[in-house]
């Protein structure tokens, strides 16, 4: 017996590699733990998340002479320095930057503590694609959209590296689904699926049976942690997610997709900076600006993979955002009928939802 397995004969070990995708995943993590991530290509650079640094990777960043601050166009504008690559610019590092002045560049609620941060000296040669990777990966980590760029040829083999191409979002996968009784129907199911890039999973709340030979009464609803589990009173997700539930099952069915993208994509962190400034005065929109991000940085394009999945073409869409409507048309999904959903203002919200509607275009 003995001889038998010793001549037993096992494949070769096999090689396992990262796929672009998980690199990229590791890649967010890295930054949002503090590690730099190294962007590859014929000239390497480093990117630092600002938010993140530390003071000895600070000092690390900035030892070399190409290293420079990159902020988006909004966050620019706010700091009143000029744009020269569109939708960033790339600002030189003065010789007496330290982590607290990089900090307050890239952190608007700091501004009142530290209003005095120029001169500034953009940087208008040079390639900005590695800039602009950066800033994408920041986002998509939800740190402040603010990093710092500096030439990584010598940098250390351990660190994460992705190529410029990779630094986008990649697709999905259903993970898991199961039968799930609730307040708006007995008869529901909850279903799971997961970024092949890494990062929150998102949920598929089916209501009864859906007929897919017909156009199915659907709600995409982004993830609000203050609004759909604290009840906030500063917005209008609470009541939208619970009488989207209602309604559905008021109607024997229906599908609400449950996107975890916090505060129009921001992050939870983000999305209090965003209040700490509204209760500077702020809308909604200004914040976000002021924060370096766009009015609304959600994918709903994840919604229509979701819903393609689920074997769904056409639907009735419960929104008053126009956006999502175009969005999910232009992905292919059929939107038939937009189904409104009137919440009525309060004393804490009114302000918001005049701000959705005429900055946002929400139609309320």
């Known amino acids: 017996m003995f001889q038998f397995l010793s001549q037993t004969r096992y494949p070769a070990a096999m090689t396992v590699t990262a796929t ?17 991530v190294v962007l590859d290509g014929a000239h390497p650079m480093l990117v630092f998340a600002v938010e993140t640094l530390t003071p000895a990777r600070f000092a690390a960043a900035v030892a070399d002479p190409s290293a420079c601050l990159v902020v988006t166009d909004w966050r620019a504008q706010t700091l009143k320095t000029p744009v020269y690559d569109g939708d960033i610019t790339r600002l030189a590092l003065p010789k007496d930057a330290d982590l607290t002045w990089a ?16 001169p500034f000296q953009p940087i208008r040669d040079g390639d900005a694609a590695p800039a602009r990777a950066g800033i994408v990966l920041a986002k998509s980590a939800h740190l402040l959209p603010a990093v710092i760029v500096t030439r990584g040829t010598l940098a250390d083999p ?30 529901g199911r909850l279903s799971i699926f997961r970024p092949t890039a890494g990062g929150e999973e998102h949920y598929a709340i089916e209501i009864g049976d859906p007929d897919r030979s017909k156009p199915v009464l659907v709600r995409l609803h982004s993830a609000c942690f203050t609004g759909d589990v604290l009840g906030s009173l500063k917005c209008d997700c609470g009541p939208q997610l619970r009488g989207a539930l209602a309604q559905m099952g008021a109607e024997g069915s229906g599908i609400l997709l449950y996107l975890n993208q916090e505060g129009r994509g921001i992050g939870l962190a983000n999305k209090m900076r965003a209040y700490a400034l509204q209760a500077q005065g702020f809308d909604t929109v200004e914040a976000n600006h002021r924060l370096g991000f766009q009015d609304d940085e959600r994918n709903f394009e994840l919604g229509s993979d979701i819903l393609r999945k689920l074997g769904v073409g056409q639907v009735r869409l419960m929104t008053n955002n126009p956006a999502k409507i175009e969005r999910l048309s232009k992905a292919g999904i059929d939107v038939v ?28």
């Open 20 to 36: 672009p995708a998980e690199m990229r995943a590791r890649a967010l993590t890295d930054l949002r733990m503090g590690l730099p």
């Open 158 to 187: 351990s660190l994460t590296r992705v190529s410029l191409p990779d630094a986008v979002p990649a697709g999905m996968d259903d993970v898991a689904s199961a039968a799930l009784p609730m307040e708006a129907s007995e008869a």
């Open 337 to 364: 009928e937009r189904i409104p959903l009137h919440i009525a203002p309060s004393a804490h919200n009114a302000g918001y939802l005049d701000t959705k509607s005429k900055k946002s275009g929400h139609l309320l």
């Open 103 to 118: 900090r307050a560049m890239a952190d608007p609620t700091l501004d009142l503590r530290h209003p005095l941060k120029g």
